[in-house]
């Protein structure tokens, strides 16, 4: 036997279904998204902590190390490549860039490659051991250093070296590498400490966006625009298309052909000749129908579209809301609870929206009172 309310109806335990199934899909999308970034970012803090080389490493390389230095790590496949244009790179740092994307297998114009052998990152400098020669970029002489943000390619330049030359890596291996030759710089200059408190400062930020699961629909919570297929937005085309009908068939009314209204005119002997009964029209203006106005008519609504790129947490909805920074939402969209969790009396709040620790949204943001019976104020949501 079919689940009914009190009312006998199952409608609205199928909507609540429908908004449990949605709500559950997003945030398992979102939490597994932001479990990757977060277990990506506790690696790095490992290996900050760890990185350490030894002399041994270098055994069986063709390398002289000095007596101070140490192979931190070597990756046995690496292009040299050399800018043919003049460029100035900015000065090294010491920032743990996030990986935004995954990088191309390609090579930026303007550069070519010019040897290829075994890239090594020593605690004093990185090597490339071509088939050409040696290629040395020794810490304490670089002066420039960039990472391509879409290829795997880091260029450097130094201060007895004209020409700016880099290293094209695998695509896979390009992340560690450039991590790796980080620390060690962060060693030359005895600044691991700064790269290691950089790390917890990102893992840190990262925890305040750990997605909350949504709270569970109820039957009761279903709206009567539910019960339509399309919801409010075939209402909206419903009212529109009745708006519009008695418009055009107002509009499509036959008129006179002439232009104007006619009269009869009796068959009367005239002076000078004698005319038939005719449609005579008068020399006035006859009395003319009367046009109604114009009425107003709402266009109907365009179907919303599913929202581009990531909402940094947001459940996917058409509004475009999210939490990745933009222009604060003071007068938020009508069906804004379709799709996110909205405190009672939310359309009672002065202010902008904003979700709570619990995970609902409230209207009162900016307020002193904002979320305050749901666990105070976590974010403020933007478009």
Same mark, same amino acid.
């Given at each position: 036997?079919?689940?009914?309310?009190?009312?006998?109806?199952?409608?609205?335990?199928?909507?609540?279904?429908?908004?449990? =199934?949605?709500?559950?899909s997003?945030?398992? #999308?979102?939490?597994?998204?932001?479990?990757?970034?977060?277990?990506?970012?506790?690696?790095?803090?490992a290996? /900050?902590?760890?990185?350490?080389?030894?002399?041994?490493?270098?055994?069986?390389?063709?390398?002289e190390?000095? /007596?101070?230095?140490?192979?931190l790590?070597?990756?046995?496949?690496a292009?040299?490549?050399?800018?043919?244009h003049?460029?100035v790179?900015?000065?090294p740092?010491?920032?743990?860039a &996030?990986?935004?994307?995954?990088l191309?297998?390609?090579?930026?114009?303007?550069?070519?490659?010019?040897?290829?052998?075994?890239?090594?990152?020593?605690?004093?400098r990185?090597?490339?051991?071509? %088939?050409? #020669?040696?290629?040395?970029?020794?810490?304490?002489r670089?002066?420039? +250093?960039?990472?391509?943000? @879409?290829? &795997?390619?880091?260029l450097l330049?130094?201060?007895?070296?004209?020409?700016?030359?880099?290293?094209?890596?695998?695509?896979?291996a390009?992340?560690?590498?450039?991590?790796?030759?980080?620390?060690?710089?962060?060693?030359?200059?005895?600044?691991?400490?700064? =790269?290691?408190a950089?790390?917890?400062?990102?893992i840190?930020?990262?925890?305040? +966006?750990?997605?909350?699961?949504?709270?569970?629909?109820?039957?009761?919570?279903?709206?009567f625009?539910?019960?339509?297929?399309g919801?409010?937005?075939?209402?909206? =085309?419903?009212?529109?298309?009745?708006?519009? =009908?008695?418009? /055009?068939?107002?509009?499509?009314?036959?008129?006179?052909?002439?232009?104007?209204?006619?009269?009869?005119?009796?068959?009367?002997?005239? $002076?000078?000749?004698?005319?038939?009964?005719?449609?005579?029209?008068?020399?006035?203006p006859?009395?003319? +129908?009367?046009?109604?106005?114009?009425?107003?008519?709402?266009?109907?609504?365009?179907?919303?579209?599913a929202?581009?790129?990531?909402?940094?947490?947001a $459940?996917?909805?058409? +509004?475009?809301?999210?939490?990745?920074? %933009?222009?604060?939402?003071?007068?938020?969209?009508?069906?804004?609870?379709?799709?996110?969790?909205?405190? &009672?009396?939310?359309?009672?709040?002065?202010?902008?929206?904003?979700?709570?620790?619990?995970?609902?949204?409230?209207?009162? %943001?900016?307020?002193?009172?904002?979320? @305050?019976?749901?666990?105070?104020?976590?974010?403020?949501?933007t478009?």
């Amino acid at each position: 036997m079919a689940r009914t309310d009190s009312t006998g109806s199952t409608w609205r335990y199928r909507w609540a279904h429908r908004q449990n =199934v949605r709500r559950v899909s997003t945030y398992r #999308g979102a939490e597994a998204a932001w479990q990757r970034r977060d277990d990506e970012l506790r690696r790095l803090r490992a290996l /900050a902590a760890d990185f350490q080389g030894s002399a041994a490493a270098g055994a069986g390389l063709a390398l002289e190390l000095a /007596a101070d230095e140490v192979v931190l790590w070597a990756l046995p496949a690496a292009q040299l490549v050399e800018v043919r244009h003049t460029t100035v790179l900015p000065a090294p740092d010491l920032t743990v860039a &996030p990986r935004t994307g995954s990088l191309r297998p390609r090579r930026p114009d303007g550069v070519r490659v010019t040897d290829a052998g075994m890239a090594v990152i020593t605690s004093r400098r990185l090597v490339l051991l071509g %088939g050409r #020669g040696r290629r040395d970029w020794a810490y304490g002489r670089i002066t420039g +250093l960039a990472h391509d943000p @879409a290829a &795997p390619v880091t260029l450097l330049q130094v201060l007895d070296r004209r020409r700016t030359s880099g290293l094209l890596l695998p695509t896979d291996a390009a992340p560690d590498f450039r991590f790796k030759l980080t620390l060690a710089f962060a060693d030359a200059i005895e600044q691991r400490a700064a =790269v290691i408190a950089q790390i917890d400062e990102l893992i840190a930020e990262h925890a305040q +966006l750990k997605p909350f699961r949504p709270a569970v629909n109820t039957p009761a919570q279903a709206r009567f625009s539910a019960r339509v297929p399309g919801g409010r937005r075939t209402i909206a =085309v419903a009212a529109a298309i009745a708006l519009l =009908v008695p418009a /055009a068939l107002i509009e499509s009314d036959p008129s006179d052909p002439t232009g104007g209204a006619e009269v009869a005119a009796a068959a009367t002997p005239a $002076p000078t000749s004698s005319v038939a009964p005719a449609l005579i029209r008068p020399a006035g203006p006859a009395l003319a +129908l009367k046009t109604p106005p114009p009425k107003r008519t709402t266009s109907p609504r365009p179907s919303p579209s599913a929202t581009q790129g990531p909402l940094c947490g947001a $459940p996917e909805n058409p +509004l475009g809301y999210g939490f990745c920074g %933009g222009t604060r939402i003071r007068k938020p969209a009508a069906e804004v609870c379709d799709w996110f969790d909205c405190v &009672p009396q939310f359309w009672a709040g002065r202010g902008y929206l904003v979700q709570c620790r619990d995970a609902s949204v409230s209207l009162a %943001g900016g307020r002193s009172n904002a979320c @305050a019976e749901h666990q105070g104020v976590r974010r403020t949501m933007t478009k």
